[in-house]
């Protein structure tokens, strides 16, 4: 019998010298990240879907691979670490000595349209700093972020902006569906920004308003660090490597105000620091990070938490490329 | 930067809009054999690309930029920015069929189209149903030969309706072509986007 070769839609496996690279990266990846005190955590492939519920997007729900098992329950499999490791953390926080440095790798199963380049199984490596109050953990954390991804990366371009920037802005429009626009600023459509004010019209062809204040004066005070912060981080790094920039229509649907989402199902769990990166001209992001402090708050818990996941295989492909 | 441009029915309009905005785009035409073009008096590449195909080239940064119809991109699930949207060359995606009349409330019909996804969410705003199929080319033919009761597709004199006994029942969208920019392209190359876009909003050749 002649037995096929083909796997499903958006599933691969690595042989011979994709295996060893692969694991060379990690290899290295996990060498800095212990270095730095990061430990690692092991998490199931299987979870029940109940916790996910009030967690995640519901985009993310439609995506992942649920099934009843044997016994009644409703299972998942795993489609995203950081929720997992959060609803685990959080019923036994108070034992836990703070700061916690966490650091995971392993296969992610999603859902995905059958494109070039959309896979439904995927190896992450990531990590979480929880309990580190203030600016500094989002400096460790992205410092971090940047010296993984530059160990194989070239042409990395990290784009850097902040969940709410454009709360004001979206608000002060005067428009129907302020989630459309917000939509639209984020797609760059310079028609609607322009028709909704000069300052969004600035964001979509600049990533930021030439005044700041027209954001409001939280979030040009914010906007100013966020702009230290990529200037100092972009010091430690080789600019034909690594380039940073702050460019907040890149992240123009991740709302902090409960007036412009409310439906909450809608709203991812960044709410301070959002940062993605692209290798070459692909426009799919190889990593992606922020903080989330907000996915603990909706575990009934109060803590700072930042972290970051990459995308290995789509890395060392492009990188390789 | 490589342009993409489509070989269907939005080339025409997208060359004279590019062209008006200061792009030579020597040599381009609907009649090329050349799927590859450099031009460097343009300081551009240009790719001739299948309306279909064309988000995705330009989604993977092999083309940084590109013109695609909204129902391509409605219908396909794409990353891209779209900083403009062309004057000319609009048409629109209805719903048609052999008489004027929508079907009834509650029924359940065999829609046929080439955007089922598109499709799909129309037919979720309607208080009828249907089994929506997809099919290839020549839609018209679904609703002509009875394969479906109705079809979904591009219209845009309305001639051919008009030449085979159908009618336009509803209007699902107006479309447009669309610049379409790659996301990381944007970062690298934005100021010569935005020239470009403030050039084709300067003649007044985009919305």
Redesign the interface.
């Known amino acids: 019998m002649r037995i096929s070769a083909a796997l499903p839609a958006g599933v691969t496996a690595l042989l011979f010298d994709q295996v060893k690279r692969r694991r060379r990266f990690e290899g290295r990846a996990v060498e800095i990240l212990e270095e730095r005190g990061f430990s690692e955590a092991i998490l199931p492939i299987l979870d029940y879907f109940e916790p996910y519920q009030a967690l995640v997007t519901r985009q993310l729900r439609d995506e992942l691979y649920r099934f009843v098992d044997r016994d009644g329950e409703l299972l998942v499999l795993r489609g995203d670490f950081t929720p997992m490791l959060a609803r685990l953390l959080a019923p036994c926080l108070e034992s836990l000595e703070l700061p916690l440095r966490l650091f995971y790798r392993g296969d992610l199963v999603r859902y995905q349209e059958e494109r070039p380049g959309r896979l439904r199984e995927y190896y992450e490596i990531g990590a979480e700093l929880l309990g580190v109050a203030g600016q500094e953990p989002e400096e460790e954390v992205l410092d971090l972020f940047l010296r993984i991804l530059s160990l194989e990366g070239e042409e990395i371009r990290v784009i850097l902006g902040f969940a709410g920037a454009l709360d004001g802005l979206l608000l002060a429009a005067d428009v129907d569906d302020r989630s459309e626009l917000a939509r639209a600023v984020a797609r760059r459509e310079r028609r609607v920004a322009s028709a909704a004010s000069t300052a969004l019209l600035e964001v979509v062809e600049e990533g930021v308003p030439v005044r700041a204040n027209d954001l409001g004066s939280l979030s040009a005070t914010r906007l100013e660090a966020l702009q230290d912060l990529c200037a100092r981080l972009q010091t430690r790094f080789d600019p034909q490597k690594v380039t940073l920039a702050v460019d907040l229509a890149e992240f123009a649907e991740d709302f902090v105000d409960g007036d412009l989402v409310r439906d909450a199902e809608r709203r991812s769990y960044y709410d301070g620091l959002v940062f993605r990166a692209y290798l070459g001209g692909s426009a799919q992001s190889i990593g992606r990070g922020g903080r989330y402090d907000r996915l603990f708050r909706r575990l009934g818990c109060d803590l700072s938490a930042v972290g970051f996941s990459i995308s290995v295989d789509p890395m060392l492909r492009g990188a390789g490329s | 930067m490589r342009l993409a441009l489509p070989k269907g029915r939005n080339l025409e309009p997208a060359l004279a809009a590019f062209r008006a905005a200061g792009l030579g785009l020597r040599g381009v035409h609907a009649n090329s054999r050349h799927l590859r073009q450099t031009l460097e008096e343009d300081d551009l590449e240009v790719l001739m690309l299948k309306d279909w195909d064309l988000p995705?080239y330009v989604?993977?940064?092999?083309a940084?930029f590109g013109v695609v119809g909204s129902d391509v991109l409605g219908e396909t699930?794409g990353?891209?920015?779209?900083?403009?949207?062309f004057r000319e060359g609009g048409c629109r995606l209805s719903l048609i069929g052999p008489s004027d009349a929508p079907p009834a409330a509650g029924s359940q019909i065999r829609l046929a189209t080439k955007y089922p996804n598109l499709a799909k969410r129309f037919v979720a705003t309607r208080p009828w149903g249907a089994e929506i199929f997809k099919l290839s080319g020549s839609v018209e033919l679904g609703p002509l030969l009875e394969l479906s009761e109705m079809a979904i597709d591009i219209v845009q004199t309305g001639q051919t309706l008009r030449d085979n006994g159908l009618v336009e029942i509803e209007v699902v969208e107006q479309v447009n072509a669309c610049l379409v920019?790659?996301?990381?392209?944007?970062?690298?190359h934005?100021r010569r986007i935005?020239d470009l876009?403030r050039e084709l909003?300067r003649k007044e050749l985009?919305?």
């Open positions: 995705l989604e993977h940064g092999i940084d699930d990353d891209l920015l779209i900083p403009a949207r920019v790659n996301r990381a392209s944007y970062q690298r934005r935005n876009v909003e985009v919305l």
